[in-house]
């Protein structure tokens, strides 16, 4: 067994757990059989920083450039590999084998950068929060920043509807995306939602309107889940390039220096707060209290947190607002999948 196994099984675990047994078996069996003496297998075995799911997750490095190559129909012996085709162990890794051989160079730059997938369900939780800040203040169009924007699908939330156990919906009357997670638990008010603004940081944005960004999000689309390449298609076909590069505490603290009257301010961010360094970390919360001790009441500040606290965990759902009079107000709405398979609201939404 390689000294990759482990780290290479705990990736497919948790690609079990999020719906995907093709990247669970690819996972487990390059785990297995990547070896000293292969240039590509050497440098994954000596990498250097954090290789684990939480760090620079190279084990779904590894995976998008190998997807890169059945996307761009670079490998015909890959590709006749990949779902919705169905081969033996020896038959994938077969394939994995020479495609290491023949793109060494493809594979090695693909490892260079951290896996963006910009997940469009996680989008359930900014519809169902801006519906409750819309009640809130019914008057307000929103400005919404994201942080960890990738290529700023997200900020399109509401291009997307939100479909409820019971029969109803929640966001935009003609969607390009319909949600569907499986929710429990109390359900989200119904509001008008109007943007007037969004823009999002990343420090390494994508463009929506790129052929080489769109190759990357779609090669770390898992290869056996259609309806979530649908998905990211169909966010891609709407998207305009609204995300700035940058650190997101500069950043932040740029966008919110000012109060906006007649504006609700959105901050959110999803699964992309533990990736900050500490000094990202601090500048982001000292720039929302600066921020949210200026709001106004008809300049409010509202902070989403979607963020997994723990490994193997839903993603905590926080919601926090200025709404201008000198309070803070939170509301823990519940918890969701990192993919939005899932959302267990805990609380009734109102503030």
Same mark, same amino acid.
């Given at each position: 067994?390689?000294?990759?196994?482990?780290?290479?099984?705990?990736? !497919?675990?948790?690609?079990?757990?999020?719906?995907?047994?093709?990247?669970?078996?690819?996972?487990?069996?390059?785990?297995?059989?990547?070896?000293?003496?292969?240039?590509?297998?050497?440098?994954?075995?000596?990498?250097?920083? @954090?290789?684990?799911?939480?760090?620079?997750?190279?084990?779904?490095?590894?995976?998008?450039?190998?997807?890169?190559?059945?996307?761009?129909?670079?490998?015909?012996g890959l590709r006749a590999a990949y779902p919705p085709n169905e081969v033996t162990d020896d038959q994938l890794w077969s394939a994995i084998a020479e495609a290491?051989?023949?793109?060494?160079?493809?594979?090695?730059?693909?490892?260079?950068?951290?896996?963006?997938?910009?997940?469009?369900?996680?989008?359930?939780?900014?519809?169902? !929060?801006?519906?409750?800040?819309?009640?809130?203040?019914?008057?307000?169009?929103f400005r919404v920043f994201e942080l960890g924007a990738s290529a700023g699908l997200n900020l399109f939330f509401?291009?997307?509807?939100?479909?409820?156990?019971?029969?109803?919906?929640?966001?935009?009357?003609?969607?390009?995306?319909?949600?569907?997670?499986?929710?429990?638990?109390?359900?989200?008010?119904?509001? @008008?939602?109007?943007?007037?603004?969004?823009?999002?940081?990343?420090?390494?944005?994508?463009?929506?309107?790129?052929?080489?960004?769109?190759?990357?999000?779609?090669?770390?689309?898992?290869?056996?889940?259609?309806?979530?390449?649908?998905?990211?298609?169909? %966010?891609?076909?709407?998207?305009?390039?609204?995300?700035?590069?940058? @650190?997101?505490?500069?950043?932040?603290?740029?966008?919110?220096?000012?109060?906006? #009257?007649?504006?609700?301010?959105?901050?959110?961010?999803?699964?992309?707060?533990?990736?900050?360094?500490?000094?990202?970390?601090?500048?982001?919360?000292?720039?929302?209290?600066?921020?949210?001790?200026?709001?106004?009441? @008809?300049?409010?500040?509202?902070?989403?947190?979607?963020?997994?606290?723990? #490994?193997?965990?839903? %993603?905590?759902?926080?919601?926090?607002?200025?709404?201008?009079?000198?309070?803070?107000?939170?509301?823990?709405?519940?918890?969701?999948?990192?993919?939005?398979?899932?959302?267990?609201?805990?609380?009734?939404?109102?503030?």
């Amino acid at each position: 067994m390689t000294p990759l196994a482990g780290l290479f099984s705990q990736q !497919a675990d948790a690609c079990a757990r999020l719906g995907s047994p093709f990247m669970q078996r690819l996972l487990t069996l390059c785990g297995q059989r990547l070896a000293p003496g292969q240039p590509i297998a050497d440098r994954l075995l000596d990498w250097p920083g @954090d290789a684990t799911a939480l760090g620079d997750a190279i084990a779904l490095r590894f995976a998008g450039a190998l997807h890169a190559l059945v996307l761009m129909g670079r490998d015909e012996g890959l590709r006749a590999a990949y779902p919705p085709n169905e081969v033996t162990d020896d038959q994938l890794w077969s394939a994995i084998a020479e495609a290491m051989q023949t793109h060494h160079d493809h594979i090695m730059h693909w490892l260079d950068s951290a896996p963006q997938t910009n997940e469009v369900r996680r989008a359930t939780a900014m519809i169902a !929060a801006s519906q409750l800040l819309a009640t809130r203040f019914p008057a307000l169009p929103f400005r919404v920043f994201e942080l960890g924007a990738s290529a700023g699908l997200n900020l399109f939330f509401d291009r997307y509807d939100l479909a409820l156990p019971d029969g109803t919906t929640r966001g935009a009357e003609d969607p390009v995306i319909t949600l569907s997670p499986e929710w429990t638990g109390p359900l989200p008010p119904r509001a @008008d939602v109007r943007i007037a603004e969004r823009r999002g940081v990343d420090l390494n944005p994508l463009r929506p309107d790129d052929p080489q960004a769109r190759l990357r999000l779609t090669s770390y689309t898992w290869p056996d889940q259609p309806e979530r390449m649908a998905r990211l298609q169909a %966010a891609l076909g709407i998207a305009t390039p609204v995300v700035d590069q940058g @650190d997101a505490g500069t950043w932040l603290a740029e966008r919110l220096a000012t109060p906006s #009257p007649g504006h609700i301010t959105l901050v959110f961010h999803t699964i992309a707060w533990q990736y900050f360094p500490p000094a990202t970390d601090a500048a982001c919360r000292a720039a929302l209290e600066a921020a949210g001790a200026r709001a106004t009441p @008809d300049a409010p500040l509202a902070h989403l947190w979607v963020e997994a606290n723990r #490994p193997k965990h839903p %993603a905590t759902v926080q919601l926090h607002l200025w709404p201008g009079d000198g309070s803070k107000q939170s509301l823990d709405l519940g918890e969701m999948n990192p993919h939005g398979i899932t959302f267990a609201a805990w609380e009734p939404f109102a503030l």
